[in-house]
Nanobody, 123 residues
Framework: QVQLVESGGGLVQPGGSLRLSCAASGFTLDDYTIGWFRQAPGKEREGVSCISSSDGSTYYADSVKGRFTISRDNAKNTVYLQMNSLKPEDTAVYYC????????????????WGQGTQVTVSS
């Protein structure tokens, strides 16, 4: 059974950091492009970052460039999203997703989704 499980969310003050993890079971993560998305209350789910399976190339939304870093650890079958300099507007439920397609911030291109982890940035 293909499953993605996110973890690492929580409450953090503005300027703080969190590292989200996306662990896969039932399939080998490095065969897939993995994306991170987020959805704030009342807003559409938006693409944050992704990392390609083919060459490890990455994509970042403009809103997170320079602050977030995506990486993968194939030995642990896990993809990470390191989030630094967090802002209140980063508050959202964060989801990871998998696809065989190329790296994209478009949610329709992804086939498998995790259940999400809440990130709250507040003082």
């Amino acid at each position: 059974q293909v499953q993605l499980v996110e973890s690492g969310g929580g409450l953090v003050q503005p300027g703080g950091s969190l590292r989200l993890s996306c662990a896969a079971s039932g399939f080998t993560l490095d065969d897939y492009t993995i994306g991170w998305f987020r959805q704030a209350p009342g807003k559409e789910r938006e693409g944050v970052s992704c990392i390609s399976s083919s060459d490890g190339s990455t994509y970042y939304a403009d809103s997170v460039k320079g602050r977030f870093t995506i990486s993968r650890d194939n030995a642990k079958n896990t993809v990470y999203l390191q989030m630094n300099s967090l802002k209140p507007e980063d508050t959202a439920v964060y989801y990871c997703a998998a696809t065989f397609k190329l790296c994209s911030g478009r949610r329709g291109r992804y086939d498998y989704w995790g259940q999400g982890t809440q990130v709250t940035v507040s003082s």
